[in-house]
């Protein structure tokens, strides 16, 4: 979706579509479980539990980080990551009233 078409869709459906992107990768989902199991992270338990490069790892961090999924705080030279419970909320119920929306879908003779 080009930067310029946004605004023929709804904001809902804008953000939607930013935080599927954002959470579209398998990495970033593992990072999501593993933050909210844990409620905290250092950077290097990441590393260790992933099994991917610092770098790697620190790449998707940003991404999540950048959309305000997750937000970190600098302790020394780690930083500390978890999950925003406020964006977490909105993401909920953002895909929940998307899934919910079909929720009384029946059956049709659609292909």
Same mark, same amino acid.
């Given at each position: 979706?080009?930067?310029? *078409?946004? =605004?023929?869709? +709804?904001?809902?459906? #804008?953000?939607?579509?930013?935080?599927?992107?954002?959470? %579209?990768?398998?990495?970033?989902?593992?990072? !999501?479980?593993?933050?909210?199991?844990?409620?905290?992270?250092? #950077?290097?338990?990441?590393?260790?539990?992933? /099994?991917?490069?610092?770098?790697?790892? +620190?790449?998707?961090?940003?991404? !999540?980080? =950048?959309? %305000?999924?997750?937000? %970190? +705080?600098?302790?020394?030279? +780690?930083?500390?990551?978890?999950?925003?419970?406020?964006?977490?909320?909105?993401? /909920?119920? !953002?895909? %929940? #009233?998307?899934?919910?929306?079909?929720?009384?879908?029946? *059956?049709?003779?659609?292909?």
């Amino acid at each position: 979706m080009g930067a310029s *078409k946004s =605004d023929l869709f +709804s904001e809902s459906q #804008n953000e939607i579509a930013l935080l599927a992107k954002a959470i %579209g990768h398998p990495a970033r989902v593992a990072i !999501l479980h593993y933050l909210h199991a844990s409620n905290t992270c250092i #950077n290097s338990d990441l590393v260790q539990e992933l /099994g991917l490069a610092q770098a790697t790892i +620190s790449q998707h961090l940003k991404a !999540l980080k =950048d959309i %305000g999924i997750i937000q %970190g +705080s600098i302790e020394g030279t +780690s930083i500390c990551y978890c999950i925003n419970p406020e964006k977490w909320a909105l993401m /909920g119920q !953002l895909f %929940g #009233n998307f899934f919910g929306e079909y929720s009384n879908f029946q *059956k049709t003779n659609c292909c």
